[in-house]
């Protein structure tokens, strides 16, 4: 099984990460073998995905999505 969702958002402050974060937790009960993300960039021409072979509650303890995280809350979207 998996879990996908979807979080759309321009605000700059923490709430879409924190949003993600829940979703990406609770994707652990439909499935733990794998999670990933993708984000769409600014130009919305430029998209990163990252996967990985293990649970969401996981990935969010890599050093690539820290990074990631953080350069997001330092990114104007107007």
Do not use: W
């Not at 937790?25 to 769409?40: C, N, W, Y």
């Not at 303890?61 to 990074?67: A, E």
Request: glycine share 8%; net charge positive; charged share 30%.
């Amino acid at each position: 099984m998996c879990g996908i969702f979807g979080v759309i958002s321009k605000h700059k402050e923490n709430k879409p990460n924190a949003i993600f974060e829940t979703l990406l937790i609770e994707s652990d009960k439909r499935g733990k073998e794998a999670s990933g993300f993708a984000i769409l960039g600014q130009n919305q021409k430029t998209l990163l995905v990252n996967k990985i072979p293990f649970s969401g509650k996981e990935l969010l303890q890599t050093k690539v999505y820290k990074d990631i995280k953080k350069e997001l809350v330092n990114t104007d979207f107007s």
